[in-house]
């Protein structure tokens, strides 16, 4: 393939075969790190880029913020050559610049891009020929060519001739210790063939298996489809709850019901709204941009709109609790159970248990936490509590007016949660039914 290359793009293609490659990854979050983490595993040379000078400290001080990426793994890494950093004009001496930055919704639930373009406006100044540039924060369909591509040709630097532009969306599951970052199939597509063959040259040194398509429109749109496919089957599990609430019919009953069918049926279960920084957000993404079409994405917008009301569910169920009880929400003391957007992990990104907290303490309640995995409330753009978590004991359940199951960790002692809870209302069906201080949302 080599003969085929401009001299810039044919020297990178030199680098990564010899496995000289200097990786550059922007974002040391819950997509970034692990990427890092596994392209110094397997023996290059990474720089990690982020505008959080304590994530840096911390890194580089062989600490690590990530529950699941134990500090072992940072100082392995670091015998590597890992280094974090938050001088952007390091960006010219790395050879690939992976973003992976986060890319949330505005107040009117539009996409932004501020963490793309800033990153990519931040390295541009120090850019080169010879270097290849992946993206792989989810966002709309065009993005890549759209977006990064003028930015790069206005600093002379051309896709195909001398530079490479790919997009490969990062498929991280959290909490699954089944699939790592290199077990992960991983989409890729480039805006010229040499893109991608110099992209799925870079990948394969970390990943097992790489899916190539056409475009980055393609793989752009591959990753909004997995992440809306999951949102709309949420939210029809999530309204299928309401209704069978109303019927007094466990929806979690009926689910591993109709599980046992061996064909047709893929099990979603209901909770209390969606979280992480994936699914509550994507659908959004391709329903901004499909009004350019002049498409209106009903079926996507309802989902979201079903999702989204779902923490407001889960307070109109305590207070309905609490009023059966002789108690007002206002006034009351609530515990709950679960900041992470999911079991057994500390990421809290989107959580619906945050959102939870606010329109409880918004009614006048007195709102606490527990979860294992987050100590401390972290830092939220939008939401901010001064608190820690609680250390269950019986007495200290007692305590409390109501407790509300938001996530089910595997932590939890369920058994000593019953036992001494006044009451608990569960929002992922853990406590089953049958008991009277149990409440299912």
């Not at 080599?2 to 040391?28: F, N």
């Not at 505008?51 to 100082?75: C, F, M, T, W």
Request: with cysteine.
């Amino acid at each position: 393939m080599s003969s085929t290359l401009s001299p810039e793009l044919s020297a990178l293609q030199t680098k990564i075969d010899a496995r000289t490659a200097h990786i550059g990854i922007y974002g040391l979050g819950y997509v970034g790190l692990p990427l890092a983490l596994r392209f110094a595993e397997v023996g290059l040379k990474v720089t990690g880029f982020d505008i959080d000078s304590a994530k840096v400290q911390q890194l580089n001080a062989g600490e690590s913020y990530i529950e699941r990426l134990q500090p072992a793994v940072i100082q392995r890494a670091q015998s590597h050559g890992f280094e974090a950093t938050t001088d952007f004009s390091l960006s010219k001496e790395v050879d690939a610049i992976i973003i992976c930055v986060p890319t949330p919704l505005n107040r009117y639930r539009e996409p932004d891009l501020s963490y793309i373009i800033a990153t990519i406006e931040s390295a541009l100044p120090h850019m080169r020929a010879g270097q290849l540039v992946s993206l792989e924060s989810t966002t709309w369909p065009g993005t890549t060519e759209e977006v990064l591509a003028p930015r790069l040709r206005a600093r002379g630097l051309v896709p195909g001739e001398n530079c490479a532009l790919v997009f490969s969306p990062e498929r991280e599951d959290p909490g699954n210790p089944r699939y790592g970052t290199k077990d992960i199939p991983k989409v890729i597509g480039g805006c010229t063939p040499s893109c991608l063959a110099l992209g799925k040259a870079l990948y394969q040194r970390a990943i097992q298996t790489l899916v190539p398509v056409s475009s980055p429109r393609v793989a752009e749109m591959t990753k909004l489809l997995e992440n809306i496919h999951r949102a709309v089957n949420i939210g029809l599990v999530n309204e299928m709850k309401i209704v069978a609430d109303k019927m007094g019919i466990s929806i979690h009953e009926v689910i591993e019901a109709a599980a046992t069918k061996p064909f047709g049926f893929v099990p979603y279960k209901p909770g209390p709204g969606l979280g992480g920084h994936c699914i509550p957000i994507d659908p959004f993404y391709l329903t901004w941009k499909a009004r350019e079409y002049g498409i209106n994405t009903r079926f996507i917008e309802l989902a979201g709109e079903i999702n989204h009301y779902m923490p407001q569910w889960v307070v109109g169920k305590v207070m309905d609790a609490l009023n059966e009880r002789g108690k007002a929400l206002r006034g009351s003391h609530i515990l709950v159970m679960g900041l992470a957007y999911k079991k057994n992990i500390d990421d809290t990104r989107e959580s619906p248990a945050v959102e939870i907290m606010d329109l409880l303490q918004d009614k006048g309640a007195e709102v606490a936490y527990s979860d294992p995995h987050v100590p401390k409330f972290p830092r939220k753009r939008n939401y901010h509590f001064d608190l820690q978590s609680v250390a269950l004991t019986p007495a200290r359940i007692a305590s409390y007016d109501c407790l509300v199951l938001a996530t089910d960790h595997d932590g939890f002692d369920y058994q000593q949660l019953v036992q001494h809870a006044r009451l608990v209302v569960d929002t992922r069906g853990r406590l089953g039914v049958g008991r009277a201080n149990v409440v299912a949302a």
